[in-house]
């Protein structure tokens, strides 16, 4: 049934980290890349080696695999660990702002201004999309004259219901108007448009006939010419080609010209000299997003800016809890008062070391940081309480060698963590001992001014060696005070059963990686700092390493020493 249970839970958490993993992709690679482009290709390579790293690092351990191979993924893959957590933090925070700052009205998308107008004056709805635009000049009149009726047009056309175009005098079978040489692209809009559905004839002295083409709801418009480029196609440094084969000047006095061509009904391509495209439909289709000159949409823009502040944000804090654990734990000092302790005793201080986690990450060097700090603080009395190592003595014995520097006036002892089960608590026990260290496996030790008592950790059930308090505490004399090292907090009730003053206890990490203490406060009943239980005290340090990302945010890591007062002085 626990192998089911374990089974269950595995797929519950890999599910979701699939899942977190796919919405950052698409937050953080989909929307702020082009696609096909190199960050895309590499953000996506990155979207599915991350997570591998991770896994390979959380089991290569448990697997056997050589030492080196260990340290190779353990960094990258515990890293991404931890820069998962905030990441994903920070894009949770960061989507309600990147919600609100792409929220808009919806709206159509501008037409481009006629060139030399003034830029508030309204487009001609009588000229089509395709038309405006283009260079200014004078349009044909009429013979009728401005606002008159055009006599070419026969009457039987005007205004009449749309059906069926006639044939052109050229024998096309296109609704197709001949435009008189030399016209501008208004005069081609006019005679386009002359009529809903209508058709001019052929002026006397035009050119060729272009071809149109039905347009969106007015008219028709013309087609743009066999060898100039389809629709959308619009090349850089090239202006843009017209319906009717012209070309657009540049506007007067402007520093770089700007031409506009009509691919399809609504949209619209602007296109610079330096070939940067402008604004499209299909940018507004998509919510609204607006394209400038760089081609960049207002989505993409606001991604890329709550992305990379989401990046930053992330990196930053990670950065700075690495930054804690790889310098070293820092000190701190606390007066625990007992009542059964002799005056004798008063200020007699003990250094707790606990979860040093020695591994693939944190090696010798690290070690050797501990046990200069330790013996700076010139301690009474030196207690390791568990998790010292993730490994075997073969891979961690010279990590753990500067041990053998750690100097205290009554010793220092050893009691298993939950960790030293995972890697062969009995070779850690021989070898600590070689070091220097004394191990208590349920067992005490009369000091001259009180009793030392040591338990295994609860891990140790697995391979019949848990705590025992009967053992170690059964028959000692209870008007002595009494100091019991444990590496977990839970064990607590069984201390204050059996009379202890003070129990001494790590495991927890303090959370170690924010909000992680509040999930640690579910499994412990304290996760760190003093607490009094009955007549017995529980300290809990936050270890002086990290286990997995050598990462501490909100917990950094400590050496206590715990000083104990006497009531009698």
Known sequence: MTVVIFAVVALAVLGLLVLVHRWLWIRLVRDTTRPGG?????????????????????????A?????????????????????????????????????????????????????????????????????????????????????????VPAASRGATPGPAPQSPAGLGSAAAAVPAGAGLGGAASAASAGSGATAPAVPGAGAEPQVREGAGRGTAPQAPADTPGDGDVEAGEPAQRGTGETAAPAPGSAVATTTAAVAPGLTVASGADGSTGLTGADWADGGDARGVDGMSRRRFVARVVGGAAVAAAAGTVGYGTYGVLRGPRVKRVTVPLAKLPRAAHGFRIAVVSDVHLGPILGRAHTARIVDTVNRTQPDLIAIVGDLVDGNVHDLGPAAEPLRGLRARHGSYFVTGNHEYFSGAQQWIDHVRELGLTPLENARRPLPLFDLAGVNDVQGESEGHGPDFEAALGDRDRSRAAVLLAHQPIVIHDAVRHGVDLQLSGHTHGGQLWPGNYLAELANPTVAGLERYGDTQLYVSRGAGAWGPPVRVGAPSDITVVELASYQA
């Open 64 to 152: 056997g695999a050589p030492f080196w191979l260990q340290r190779a993924v353990s960094w990258p893959g515990f890293m991404w660990l931890a820069v998962l957590l905030y990441l994903t933090l920070a894009m949770l925070v960061a989507e309600p702002a990147r919600a609100l700052l792409l929220r808009r009205s919806p709206r159509q998308p501008p037409e481009p201004a006629l060139p030399g107008a003034p830029a508030d004056a309204p487009a001609d709805p009588a000229v089509p999309a395709a038309s405006r635009g283009a260079t200014p000049g004078p349009a044909p009149q009429s013979p009728a004259g401005p606002g008159g009726t055009d006599p070419a």
């Open 38 to 62: 190199a960050w895309r290709r590499a953000g996506t390579v990155l979207a599915f080696a991350l997570p591998a790293l991770a896994v390979a690092a959380l089991t290569a351990g448990r």
